[in-house]
Structure formats: C-alpha cells, structure tokens
C-alpha cells in the first residue's frame, strides 16, 4: 500500500500550501515538491482538490442501550457513515448503568466494537460513586488508555451524578492521569420541570425543550468548572448549545483555566421552532441539551471563531422515528434522545462556515480534526498531516455539491434530521491508515480493520498505540 497524491492543496490547523504526500505502509512517508515515485506507488492527482486529515469525532454514541432502546447505529454503520462524510477516527463512550463495573462495561463495549473501519478510542462514563469505582479508575487509565471520562450532570435517576460525586470522579480521574467531560444542565431542575409539564398534560416535544432552559446548562456549565478549578482538573464541556454557557467557559479560558468547549451542528444550524412541527414530527429533534433559538446559532459561530470553543464533534446518537423515537408519542419524557451527524459533520461546517465566510479552511480542520486530536491525546499521530503520522486522509472536492438525505445516507436511521441541506464540498477519496476506504461516493473499506488506540496519561508525552 503505497500512494504518491499529486498537487493536492494540503490543509492543516496551520498552514495551507500545495505539495505532493507519500504513503507508505500505513503512515504518511514524505510531504515535498515533486516528490520521486517509487516503483509500485499508486499515483493520484489531487490538483483542484484540498487534502485534509480524516475527521475526528470526539463524541458518539454507538449501540448505546438508553431509555428503553438502543441506538441504532453501531460500530460498523456508524464508521462507514463516518468515513463516507470525511471522518477517520472517533470516541465512543463507554456507558455504565449505575452499579455496574467499569471494567466489565469496558469489555463489553470492546466486544461490540470489532465491527469498525477505522480507529476509535473510547470515553469512560462515571456514572456513581462507590470503593469499586474508586479503584478501577486507575486501571481504566493505566490498563486500557482510556485518559476521558464523562460525567453526566442532567439524566437525574438514571446516569446523572450530585456534586459531592462529580468532586470524588474530579479528584480521582485527577489523580490517575486522565481528564473529565462534562453533559452540563441541571439535572435537578430539568427532572422537576419535565414532570410538572407532564402532570399538567404538557406532553408534547416543545416541552422537552422548555425543562432545559438555557440558565440551566449555563448554571451547570459554571458549576462545573468551579468544581474541576477546586480539584485542580481540566474540564471539556460537551455539546454547548447556548450563550449562557459559552460565557461561562470563555470566562474560565480568559483565567488560563484549562476549559473547553465542543457545539455540534445541529446546534449551529437547527432551531427550536422543529419542536412546533405539525403531529409528532418535532420528535425526531428531541436531543438534550435542547435546540435552542437563532441567536444561539450566531454565538456559537462567534465563538467557534474566537475559539471561546475549540471543537465541533457530532454527539452522533441516532435513533430511527419508526419504533424508536415514536416510544414517547404521548409523552416526551420516553422519547430517546439523540440524533445522527458523523456523516454530514465535514461538510455542514465547510459549506456553512468556509464556504459562508465564519470561519476559514485551517479553522474548520482545526475545529473537526486537530483539536479533538490535541485535546483528547491522540495528536500528532492522528488530526494533522505530518511525517510519520497515521495516513488518516481525505481528498475533498471544495466544489461538488450534494443534498443531505435518508435516501442515499450510510446511517441506520430512517430520516435524517438535515434532510434537503444542501451542501458544497465533499470527499473524493477517504484513506484509512493508507488503505483506501472510499472512492467517488462508495465505501471500499474493510469493517474490522478500525483499532481501539490506547492513550497516554495526561502529562506524559506520549504517542497513542494500538490495543
Ligand atoms: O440527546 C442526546 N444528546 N443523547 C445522547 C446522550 C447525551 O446526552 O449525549
Ligand atoms: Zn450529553
Ligand atoms: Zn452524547
């Protein structure tokens, strides 16, 4: 497997140049002008195209069992989705239900990972606080490079943490060398808003929105980085969707606090009006937190801008209409949250923010590639296009143009909450570690071939190795 692409305009977090890329087995070889080809090397023209490392997708949940169902990509259509909109790597969390082990759940998301074509690592939740946990933390971190965990700060009952755990998970994950995400919205607030709404035969999915009001996540998103500053522990809010929160995380950044952001684009480009479809139709956008209102959407591309947040990932958590999302017909609270975008990830962000001038090419490889990358330790060998690196590319035609749809998607889903965007860009040609993986709009990939990659602790530095 060995690849010479000609004249592609390669882009980085950095730089935007044009030069030719030798891969060689696996690993991108050399980056010159007019580079020597050897014999046996594929010759491809990249002129009129960019050149890009793979997408990183900080945040999905494939076959996730929550709320009474499973979400309903897994490891294998999710990767092909991804690899077909331009991703090549991503992190799943590993989801404990309260009194489970963190080890056993561990093995059990292994086992259903075997059927990914690219790399992945993983995001461990936290989900109690008990001796058990306590001591398996270090073993996720040491045993597994597994250096994330997440706490979930809403979903009272059921995943949702108090403050006096999220100090214990906070000083622990501290202390064995990992860092924490954080879903920040008032899980107290939000449980009792949602059932009062439903006491009073507010059952609709408007109201599934109006219990997480923006407040609340700003609430949470504050006392979540107060909490992390007191335990001396970097924090990575996840899924921002509103001004009061971004003020909260810029303001932490503006102290030199070691704070991040990630929005997705759903959230930058979907408004709250959905939930006022006609039938059950708002359903199919019931995520949490909420999709709020327009002048949202333009805080968070200011802030995607100023780097207030660093990352878009996708929270990819699909769930079909039929037989999935229609369980909470009645009710919203049964309705599964979640919905799809590691396909159409790469190119929403460049059509709406290259393409409409929000941000430029470096800045969207930077929010969709290194960053997620840097932050979460996977970086150089993944995110960027260096010597020595893993040859995660993607050729992307910066003219062709397409209509997101459930027709010709390559998630599970039965509908697509992007359905008739219409988008500019798009990848030609996606190598996963120097394999071909798709071509002009077919996955070539091989299912399986993806490797959990294991992480440094946090401070060493190190990089990532397979499992
Ligand atoms: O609604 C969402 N976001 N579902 C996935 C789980 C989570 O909270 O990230
Ligand atoms: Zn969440
Ligand atoms: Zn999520």
Redesign the pocket.
């Given at each position: 497997m060995s690849v010479v692409i000609r004249d592609a305009e390669i882009v980085t977090a950095s730089d935007i140049y044009r030069a030719d890329v030798r891969v060689q087995d696996e690993r991108i070889a050399a980056i010159g002008e007019d580079i020597r080809a050897e014999s046996g090397d594929e010759i491809v023209d990249g002129s009129d195209r960019l050149l890009i490392p793979g997408g990183i997708d900080p945040?999905v949940?494939m076959a996730l069992p929550f709320m009474g169902t499973v979400s309903i990509d897994d490891m294998e259509s999710g990767t092909k989705a991804a690899i077909m909109g331009g991703t090549t790597g991503l992190i799943d969390?590993v989801i404990p239900s309260k009194g489970d082990s963190l080890l056993e759940t561990l093995d059990a998301w292994k086992a259903k990972s075997d059927g990914a074509s690219h790399d992945y690592t993983f995001h461990m939740a936290v989900v109690d606080w008990d001796e058990r946990i306590a001591s398996e933390i270090p073993r996720v971190v040491h045993d597994h490079g597994i250096t994330s965990f997440k706490i979930f700060m809403a979903y009272k009952g059921t995943l949702g943490v108090d403050d006096e755990q999220i100090f214990h998970i906070l000083e622990a994950t501290r202390d064995a060398g990992a860092m924490v995400n954080a879903?920040a919205v008032n899980g107290d607030v939000q449980f009792l808003l949602a059932n009062r709404f439903a006491e009073e035969g507010k059952t609709g999915p408007p109201f599934h929105a109006l219990a997480q009001p923006p407040r609340a996540e700003g609430e949470a998103t504050g006392r979540m980085i107060d909490l992390a500053a007191i335990a001396g522990q970097e924090v990575y809010i996840?899924?921002v969707t509103c001004d009061d929160a971004i003020e909260r995380i810029a303001a932490a950044r503006a102290r030199g606090e070691r704070v991040w952001g990630e929005t997705c684009p759903q959230y930058l480009l979907l408004d709250d009006s959905v939930y006022d479809l006609p039938g059950f139709e708002g359903g199919k956008y019931v995520l949490s937190p909420p999709l709020r209102k327009k002048e949202d959407q333009e805080a968070l591309w200011n802030a995607l801008r100023t780097d207030q947040i660093s990352v878009v990932g996708t929270?990819h958590?699909a769930f079909s209409f039929k037989g999935q999302k229609e369980m909470g017909r009645d009710d919203f609270r049964l309705i599964p949250n979640g919905l799809l975008g590691i396909e159409e990830r790469m190119a929403l962000m460049y059509t709406h923010g290259v393409r409409e001038g929000r941000i430029d090419a470096s800045r969207w490889v930077e929010l969709c590639c290194t960053n997620p990358a840097k932050i979460f330790g996977l970086y150089p060998r993944k995110g960027t296009i260096a010597v020595g690196g893993d040859a995660d590319l993607v050729l992307w035609d910066p003219a062709a143009t397409n209509t997101i749809s459930a027709k010709t998607h390559h998630s599970k889903c039965d509908y697509n909450v992007f359905e008739g965007f219409e988008t500019v860009g798009a990848p030609t040609r996606v190598w996963v570690r120097g394999e071909l993986a798709a071509e002009d709009g077919k996955f070539v990939g091989t299912p399986g071939r993806g490797r959990q990659l294991k992480r440094a602790p946090r401070g060493v530095r190190r990089e990532p190795v397979t499992a």
């Open positions: 945040h949940h969390f879903h996840v899924h929270d958590c």
